[in-house]
């Protein structure tokens, strides 16, 4: 007798709906699992036997063979525990012949018969409905997450024995334990951060709004205390929410992360992730022994993600930002497979202008040697910073200095202008901001005069190619702020002012 249902495996964010088969045959009493399994999926074994048992059902006295296919794809986790139980019982007949139908089975068994919340649930719910498989079965920590996806039928379930029941086996005695959490943390509301805390700072100010107006990536330089950290804290806050399918990919990446609200619905608002400067590369690229897990970078698609003392991060981790911020995404690859996950965010870096963080002005304070300071911010490499857009100095604010700013909100609305703007323009491109469109486009649209401070620039070697089509980038972010129709020659020589300013 063979038992079948199905569930769903994630590689990277995608997720690969799975036939789950069990087969009981008159021998021994055994328990094989195959079908490319990892060590956590091959414990499934006792987790599924003591689960049944805690319904109140007997384990099958015969050889046990459960296959997992495609056998080519890599199986990992706990996902898969509720189907295998379901499988193996449908084989030993405990549940009616094609009570499960099409349904699709997602949950980790506890051995008291509990089916606990598990993370990713949201992209394997997608995954399942657009592989033709509405009917979805999940933990019921997991229930409002699932619903979250267009089309999917969710049936949530406590335990192993309510699931049973529900298929016609009514010898399954329901359990009375503790309803198991979910596995994301839920957080109480945060203040939100607003830019008119900030006192003075109308250059470093107005770099956050075009930072925010094309989606471009920002460094600023200065001493402690002149403000950088609270300035990068806030760009969030005059970003405009996150587009439909944005916001999906989002609380994808958080939900398999396992830092989404499992109440809480779609991630609106971008993200903002500051990882420390001793983060690994694993942590911030995302990382792994099989299948590799989302970084910092994944968590912070649609959003920022801030590097508070760039220099102090290692080489290594700061050269495997390079390729991410020109694709949008980031591919790990492993032994079995490569994982793909988005990585399309603002990169915001702040960096102290020496080791002991004092010269600027005159640099009377400083106590650092010109070599010191060469090597400090030469930790920044050429090539990471050629693809940052705007580079400014924030000297500290004086005491005249400190006026009231704009509320983000207000700010927002120029910013929200600007990238309607942009993305009228960009219509059918492809291209969401002025970050990220190609220079042979920019080039072909703006004018050759407006265009001349660009190549002067670039003939005497203050900007390389690269940087004069982000120049161009920005020029056309300013010139949406301004409301015109394209950037003029004053709007590239401002361009070539914020990205020249922090250098």
Known sequence: MIGRTRSVVLLGLAGHVIEVEAHLAASLPAFTIVGLPDASLGEARDRVRAATSSSGLSWPARRVTVNLSPASLPKSGSVTDLAIAVAALAAAQEIPHGAPGDAIHLGELGLDGRVRPLRGVLPMVAAAVAAGFPDVVVPLGNVDEARLVAGARVRGVATLAELLRHYGNDKAVPTSTIPARSVAPVQGPVRAMDLSEVRGQADARWALEVAAAGGHHLLMTGPPGAGKTMLAERLPGILPNLSEADA????????????????????????????????????????????????????????????????????????????????????????????????????????????????????????????????????????????????????????????????????????????????????????????????????????????????????????????????????????????????????????????????
């Not at 690994?280 to 099989?290: D, P, R």
């Not at 010191?372 to 500290?396: F, H, K, M, T, W």
């Not at 900007?463 to 056309?476: K, P, Q």
């Open 248 to 503: 999906v990919i989002a609380t994808s990446v958080h939900s398999l992360a396992g830092s989404l609200d499992p109440v809480g619905g779609l991630l609106r608002r971008p993200p903002f992730e500051a990882p420390h400067h001793s983060a690994s590369a694993a942590a911030i690229v995302g990382g792994g022994s099989l299948i590799a897990r989302p970084g910092a970078i994944s968590r912070a698609h649609g959003g920022v993600l801030f590097l508070d003392e760039a220099p102090e991060f290692s080489a290594r981790v700061l050269q495997t930002l390079r390729q991410p911020l020109e694709s949008g995404e980031i591919v790990l690859h492993r032994a079995h497979g490569a994982a793909r996950y988005p990585a399309r965010f603002q990169l915001v870096l702040a960096a102290n202008p020496c080791p002991c963080g004092r010269f600027y002005g005159a640099g009377a304070g400083c106590v650092c040697s010109p070599l010191e300071r060469r090597r400090y911010l030469g930790r920044l490499s050429g090539p990471l910073l050629d693809r940052v857009d705007l580079q400014i100095a924030v000297l500290p604010a004086t005491r005249g200095d400190q006026p009231e700013g704009e509320r983000s909100a207000t700010v927002a609305e120029r910013v929200a202008t600007a990238r309607e703007r942009a993305a009228a323009r960009l219509a059918h491109t492809g291209w969401a901001a002025n970050a990220q469109v190609s220079g042979s486009w920019l080039r072909e649209r703006t004018a050759k005069e407006a265009c001349r401070p660009v190549w002067i620039a670039l003939d005497r070697g203050l900007v390389s190619a690269r940087g004069a089509d982000r120049t161009l980038r920005v020029a056309w972010t300013l010139a949406d702020l301004d409301g015109s129709s394209g950037p003029g020659r004053d709007h590239v020589e401002q361009a070539l002012l914020l990205r020249r300013s922090g250098a």
